[in-house]
Structure formats: structure tokens, C-alpha cells
């Protein structure tokens, strides 16, 4: 049978909180480089602000990401606290990429300039084709110009 184990970390000095998965649930797909956590844990006391959450599933990495909302209920039971979170990929979304026109653009380059800065890395790029014009138009997002660029030149959409 296998064990999930999950654990939370507050503000502002990083300390894991001592807390017990009552329910977990993750979300996600292929087309977003986010992946979704809802999680409730039964806690010794009130856990202060949690700024991460780590899930692992037989002591291997399953979710990280940190917590965009939390609720925290007292009740009689004890103290639960129930949190929002999105993984790593979440800022690809979050950020707006710089309209731009690309010249003779490889996928190499519209990584370093949309993806790598979020500290992500590129797998595989040994297939150095180029566009002779790529535009990222205004309102996009970094993983909607990237996605778009891979889709166009490749005809795939790439994961995280």
C-alpha cells in the first residue's frame, strides 16, 4: 500500500508545521504547466501563515508549490487548516510576456527569454529549427508565447 506523506512550512522562518492529511486532492493537465494541490490537515494549534506545501508519495517527490490561500477552523476536534496551492509552473501563467518580434528565432532562445528566468530547465532541444518571424503579442503569457512557438515550429505542446 502506499504512503502519502504531506507537510507544510510558514512564514516567516521556514519551519515545518506539525500537521496530520486529513484529505488531499491534485489537479492538472497536459496544457498548463501548473499542477493544483487542495489539501486539509488536523494541526496541534493555529499554524500561523504557510507559505509552502510538499507532497510526497512513498518518500518520492509528488507535489511542491506554494500556498495561495488558506483557512484555518476551529472546531472540536482541534484546529484544521485547509489550503490552495500551485505548483512551480503556476508563474509561467502568472506573468505577462514583453510583446516582441523574433527574427530567425530557435526554441532555445524563446526559452531563455520566456521560461528560463522562472528557473526552469530545457530538456531536450536538439532540433535547432528556426522561424524567420516569431511575435509574441501583447497579453500573452510566458508559457502561452512559449507554447505557442513549440506548437507552430514543432507541432507539440511542451510540459513541465
Known amino acids: 500500500m502506499s504512503t502519502i506523506t504531506a507537510d507544510l512550512y510558514s512564514l516567516p522562518d521556514n519551519r515545518a508545521v506539525s500537521a496530520h492529511l486529513l484529505s ?20 496541534s494549534g493555529p499554524p500561523g501563515e504557510i507559505a509552502r506545501a510538499h507532497v510526497n508519495k512513498d518518500g518520492r517527490p509528488l507535489f511542491a508549490g506554494k500556498v495561495d490561500t488558506q483557512r ?51 530538456a531536450d532541444s536538439a532540433n535547432d529549427k528556426t522561424l524567420a518571424l516569431y511575435t509574441v503579442r501583447k497579453g500573452l503569457s510566458q508559457w502561452d508565447a512559449f507554447c505557442g512557438f513549440a506548437e507552430r515550429i514543432y507541432g507539440v505542446t511542451p510540459w513541465v
Open 72 to 122: 484555518v477552523t476551529f472546531g472540536e476536534k482541534g484546529v484544521s487548516v485547509h489550503v490552495e496551492c500551485r505548483s512551480a509552473g503556476g508563474v509561467l501563467l502568472d506573468n505577462e510576456a514583453l510583446p516582441h518580434a523574433y527574427f530567425n528565432c530557435d526554441l532555445k532562445t524563446l526559452f531563455s527569454r520566456c521560461v528560463a528566468p522562472y528557473g526552469f530547465r530545457l
Open 24 to 43: 488531499l486532492e491534485m489537479t492538472g493537465s497536459l496544457s498548463s504547466p501548473a499542477v493544483g494541490l487542495s489539501a486539509s490537515f488536523l494541526c
